[in-house]
């Protein structure tokens, strides 16, 4: 059947209470009746076992995107999925090549009306609605794949290690649909340009599909003075890619993965400005943490509470002239960072005597020096910054696994293959085949999230045995000790598993060992623990243990 909607509006809750609109099914109007495609009534491409033996060729790749152009890519997913499968089962050697055809011929025949209502569920469970995103978004007819020429469909198909980037860098709240579009919009301008900076133009086409937030890059400037309006994505690459070619840049472009490059095209400052950063800013790679301090600290700002942007626009020129205070020697110097090719996060912090900003940047060795400006005596609890690809806060791992760079390990990709063919076989409810393709993926790379959320997730569907799920997340655990968030992350499910199974004593010990393992250089999640510990006492026990728990807990976390 085809189904024809009316969109209305409801609200949808953003971060800091922030609202955007979401489409409604009003009513269904029963069009017609035609042949859905299925299994059983379409003509499936044959993909043979020597075939799936060795990597897709070309003519495959044109058969499939021909075969879609006529049939819809619908029809080439039970095929696409069952090859993946077998070259995963019998251990061809090519499993991702398949895999990934799959993954694309699943992406693009997605209906835009089932894509746009997943996104918007996505962006309502991470509260990544914000005033600048549209009010609405209507419904309209046809697939993901509706508005691709042939050729870009060739191009994504046909380039295994592009696949490979897009498919790990892509998350829920990226609006897929978008990021399609502006891909397109690359392509088109000029196709040999984009093969070669392919991973420039994914970077791009995830920062650029849904406007910048108004709290970016920091809210202690007006709009007026410093409108938040991202440039056309087409121009940020054309921009980008001439400055690479003609060696403008400090980092090459062309060896960056997108995942970096994201923190390189999140620009708010007009080209002239960033031309203006290459010529006046004189730091390189080796010093680069310097530019913090071009810009001329405001003491009198400071005295006279003066924390917002004085003046009418907020240019480079401008800073540099008059100087600022923390907040815009972070701005300046991380614009200025971007106007030279270098990807630079922007940070801002609570310390002991009141807010600061900081920066860091991708350094000449390729790690990321992430203090510039951050004064060590402050004791700063944590930082945030802004990932341009969500406009949501980096978490405390994220921001870990981006300096550490392991996701270009081997280890790491062959993990996040296994876990993805874990998940798909879990979502066909192929249990045992979920749980040792998840198995697999943690001890490739035991740093692999999606791998131990899956796992468990698996183990659930394959048993009830909380001992099972309790051993799970004690590897869980210890795989993650080097990340805080994410060990007391698993250690809370490791107590409810406990408490589940009677044993409250071995409960409170974990409590205890998390409250006193971050209590004097992580204050904030030591105190974030005994506030979960003790709102679950008040949700489950008696009044007098929960005084006996609070005390407790007071004496832990001692004075003030």
């Known amino acids: 059947m085809t189904l024809a909607y009316e969109s209305g509006e409801v609200p949808l809750a953003g971060k800091n209470g922030v609202c955007f609109a979401r489409p409604v099914l009003k009513r269904w109007l029963l069009l017609a009746c035609i042949p859905f495609a299925t299994l059983g009534a379409q003509e499936e491409t044959a993909i043979t076992a020597e075939e799936i033996a060795r990597a897709p060729t070309p003519a495959r790749v044109t058969a499939l995107v021909d075969r879609a152009a006529t049939q819809g890519w619908g029809s080439v997913v039970p095929a696409l999925r069952t090859a993946a499968q077998q070259a995963y089962e019998t251990n061809s050697g090519y499993a991702p090549a398949w895999y990934y055809l799959y993954r694309w011929s699943r992406l693009l025949g997605t209906p835009y009306n089932v894509a746009l209502q997943d996104w918007i569920k996505a962006v309502e469970a991470a509260k990544a609605g914000h005033l600048n995103m549209a009010q609405n978004y209507p419904y309209r007819p046809g697939s993901l794949s509706a508005g691709l020429t042939r050729d870009l469909q060739l191009a994504l198909l046909g380039n295994a290690a592009l696949s490979e980037e897009f498919f790990q860098l892509l998350c829920p709240v990226d609006h897929a649909s978008e990021v399609l579009a502006i891909l397109q919009k690359i392509h088109r301008q000029d196709p040999g340009l984009f093969a070669a900076y392919a991973n420039l133009a994914m970077a791009i086409a995830v920062v650029y599909d849904v406007p910048a937030s108004p709290y970016w890059p920091h809210a202690q400037v007006s709009p007026q003075a410093l409108p938040r309006q991202l440039p056309p994505p087409e121009q940020v690459f054309a921009y980008f890619v001439r400055l690479d070619r003609g060696n403008g840049t400090l980092q090459r472009l062309g060896r960056l993965p997108a995942s970096e490059l994201k923190f390189l095209v999140d620009i708010v400052a007009p080209f002239s400005e960033l031309d203006w950063a290459r010529k006046n800013v004189p730091p390189g790679l080796a010093d680069f943490g310097k530019a913090y301090d071009l810009v001329k600290y405001r003491k009198d700002r400071l005295a006279g509470n003066v924390y917002q942007w004085p003046g009418r626009t907020y240019t480079l020129p401008e800073i540099l002239q008059a100087g600022g205070i923390c907040v815009d020697q972070a701005y300046f110097a991380s614009t200025a960072g971007k106007a030279k090719g270098i990807p630079t996060i922007m940070f801002r912090g609570m310390g002991l005597d009141g807010r600061h900003a900081w920066f860091g940047y991708l350094d000449a060795s390729q790690r990321w020096q992430l203090d510039c400006g951050r004064y060590a005596e402050q004791k700063f609890v944590v930082g945030l910054a802004f990932d341009p690809q969500t406009w949501t806060d980096i978490n405390d791992h994220e921001l870990l696994f981006i300096t550490e760079r392991f996701r270009a390990l081997p280890t790491y990709k062959v993990s996040v293959m296994n876990a993805q063919f874990a998940a798909d076989y879990l979502n066909e409810g192929k249990t045992e085949q979920a749980w040792k393709a998840a198995r697999e993926a943690v001890n490739r790379d035991p740093r692999n999230l999606d791998a131990w959320n899956i796992l468990l997730k698996a183990q659930a569907a394959k048993s ?76 489950q026990d008696d009044l007098a243990t929960q005084i006996k728990v609070y005390n407790r807990l007071v004496d832990a976390e001692g004075r003030g």
Do not use: C, H, M, W
């Open 464 to 539: 009830p045995d909380l001992r099972a799920r309790e051993t799970i997340l004690r590897e869980a655990v210890l795989a993650f000790q080097r990340y805080p968030d994410l060990e007391i992350s698993f250690s809370r499910q490791l107590i409810e598993v406990l408490r589940a199974r009677g044993e409250a004593s071995l409960a409170q010990v974990e409590e205890q060992r998390l409250g006193r393992k971050y209590q004097a250089n992580r204050g904030d999640l030591s105190t974030g623990q005994a506030a979960a510990a003790l709102k679950r006492s008040i949700e």
